[in-house]
């Protein structure tokens, strides 16, 4: 398998290695350019590629047609900084200060109810606690 320089799978936009189409790789452990650039290691990614991945298979096994190649799709950025403070970004969207604490504790309260209903996997860096200082989530809700 090709690799690039940080020894990511170079992969095609079905996310399977060349000239092999049962292999599928997806998150950080793949390389996939999206408009001549290189896709962000970012769990953002990484769910986006699982799910992608997933229908790809379901849709194989039931012989259904292949979907579009796969296209991440960035729905933005939160960062807590502090107790009661946060960043988001999306789109055009900047918000700052309480605002955007208070969109990031609804986003987690959502992200963790999904994972605990089963319908979302558990992540590493959701470890954290809604508190601790620095915590970026991705907006996959
Ligand atoms: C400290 C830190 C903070 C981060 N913060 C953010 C953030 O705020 N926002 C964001 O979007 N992204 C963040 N990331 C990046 C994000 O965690 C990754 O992009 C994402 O987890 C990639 O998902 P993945 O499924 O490709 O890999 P992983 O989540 O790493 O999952 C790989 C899994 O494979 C298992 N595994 C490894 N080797 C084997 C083996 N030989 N056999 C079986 N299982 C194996 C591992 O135990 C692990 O469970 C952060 C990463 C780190 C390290």
């Known amino acids: 398998m090709e690799t690039d320089r940080a020894g990511r799978v170079r992969i095609q936009p079905d996310l399977t290695v060349p000239g092999h189409p049962e292999i599928f790789v997806a998150?950080?452990?793949?390389a996939l350019n999206q408009d001549g650039k290189p896709l962000a290691g970012?769990?953002?990614?990484?769910?986006?590629?699982?799910?992608?991945?997933?229908?790809?298979?379901?849709?194989?096994?039931?012989?259904?047609?292949?979907?579009?190649p796969f296209r991440y799709v960035d729905k933005g950025m939160m960062a807590v900084v502090g107790q009661g403070y946060a960043v988001l970004q999306s789109g055009?969207?900047?918000i700052k200060g309480a605002p955007?604490?208070?969109?990031?504790?609804?986003?987690?309260?959502?992200?963790?109810?999904?994972?605990?209903?089963?319908?979302?996997?558990?992540a590493p860096y959701t470890r954290a606690g809604p508190n601790d200082p620095a915590v970026t989530i991705a907006l996959t809700l």
Do not use: N
Not at 27 to 30: E, I, L, P, Q
Not at 42 to 68: C, F, N, W
């Open 42 to 68: 970012v769990a953002q990614v990484a769910m986006q590629q699982g799910r992608y991945a997933g229908r790809l298979i379901h849709r194989r096994v039931t012989d259904k047609s292949e979907p579009r």
């Open 92 to 94: 055009t969207v900047h």
């Open 100 to 122: 955007a604490w208070l969109a990031w504790r609804r986003c987690t309260f959502c992200f963790w109810v999904r994972r605990a209903s089963g319908s979302i996997p558990a």
């Open 27 to 30: 998150g950080d452990t793949a």
